[in-house]
């Protein structure tokens, strides 16, 4: 079993990320975001859930803008070009699937 004080595992400097579980086919990163820091649209490496934690981000998938506020929870694909602007100091909490890494 692991735990983890999920507001408390990065310092929200800038951007930083911290991998909290890896077991090859699933992985867990907490996220940390300064406000007014951006990161330019990419493709999502797999089929990822974020959940906020705290803060306030603009997260624009396929072309599409959203605000996300803490407790807010979404799934995205494979692939999905996503970009990220903190609107307030920011953690999150990213969860994805590996599996297809491992297969390949």
Do not use: W
């Not at 079993?1 to 999920?6: A, P, R, V």
């Not at 310092?11 to 990161?39: C, H, P, Q, R």
């Not at 990822?48 to 506020?69: M, N, P």
């Not at 070009?81 to 990213?94: P, V």
């Amino acid at each position: 079993m692991h735990t983890h004080k999920l507001s408390q595992e990065v310092e929200v400097t800038g951007i930083d990320k911290k991998e909290i579980y890896n077991n090859g086919t699933f992985e867990s990163l907490i996220v940390a975001v300064k406000k007014g820091v951006v990161v330019p649209a990419q493709p999502a490496p797999a089929h990822a859930g974020l959940y906020l934690i705290s803060g306030k981000i603009e997260f624009e998938i396929s072309g599409l803008k959203t605000c996300v506020e803490a407790d807010d929870f979404f799934s995205f694909s494979e692939g999905e070009l996503h970009a990220i602007k903190a609107l307030e100091d920011s953690k999150f909490l990213i969860s994805r699937n590996t599996i297809e890494k491992v297969q390949a």
